[in-house]
């Protein structure tokens, strides 16, 4: 399928460039690639002469629709095999699939971060790749996908067309490792060093982190201020409700126009004020010159024991 229908295609449209075909082996090897695009299944199989049989996430196989039966359909069409990212049994059955394509003396693909990279950073590697190596013996090339993440970012289903490369390292090595293929130290020992060879072909930035843990805290936080989003919408609506209902507080902020018919109708009714009179000097007090408690007569002499005058009627 590749070398009549998908390869002529691909070739003509990405023009894609490959280094170190010849440090490939002729028996079998796992081949470790760094993930950055869903194409990464696509450029790497055909760059390779012989035959690559990938483990791909199983959701792949199992999808509903038109569109789950034509990616299920293309995954199996181009020697794939579901990989249960689940752990525990479901993922030992799934490396012992690949066992068997590499005790047939076949070429295996395999993708250590366990999902596309997020941000075009090269992940922390799960050990699924160590198990395969130490128990089955066979050597480990590491490669580098150079550009598929601009050909096809997360989310894009039509790929731009520009050229991508495939970088093939030399074969690495862990048959000093005979016997320990249980022991969780060297399993992360064999798995770091695998992520260096790769890290050191591809470029990329390394964090030690699983891509999946960065996934789940992007979605966390998208899902967040999603919420926070949704909360002053529905905040800002219930506040406009309230400021349509007359005799509601207006919003900080709101200008109130004097002499509106709004600002009248929460007036007090003039009818119905008490109005108070003024009081009115004494003028006998002014005239004779004393003073009250708490101001100065006309010689600036304080005064003192008056109080104030209740209006006369």
Known sequence: MKTIFIGPVVRLLFRPWIKGLDNIPDGPAILASNHMSFSDSIF?????PRPVVFLAKSEYFNGRGLKGRMTAAFFRLTNQLPMDRSGGAASASSLSGGADVLNAGGLL??????TRSPDGRLYRGKTGVAKLVLSTGVPVVPVAMIGTDKVQPIGRRIPNIRR???IIGKPLDFSRYEGLENDRFIQRSVTDEIMYEIMRLSGQEYVDVYANTVKAQQAARKSAKAGQEQRKAEAVGVAGEALQKPGTVKAPGAITIIGSPES?????????TEQVPRAQPDTHAASSGTTDSAGSNDSGESGRG???????F
């Open 44 to 48: 790497l199989p055909l760059a390779v």
């Open 109 to 114: 693909g395999i993708y250590p971060e366990g």
């Open 164 to 166: 991508v490369g495939t």
């Open 264 to 272: 009248l109708a929460k007036a007090p009714d003039a009818a119905h």
């Open 306 to 312: 008056r109080k104030p005058r209740k209006p006369g």
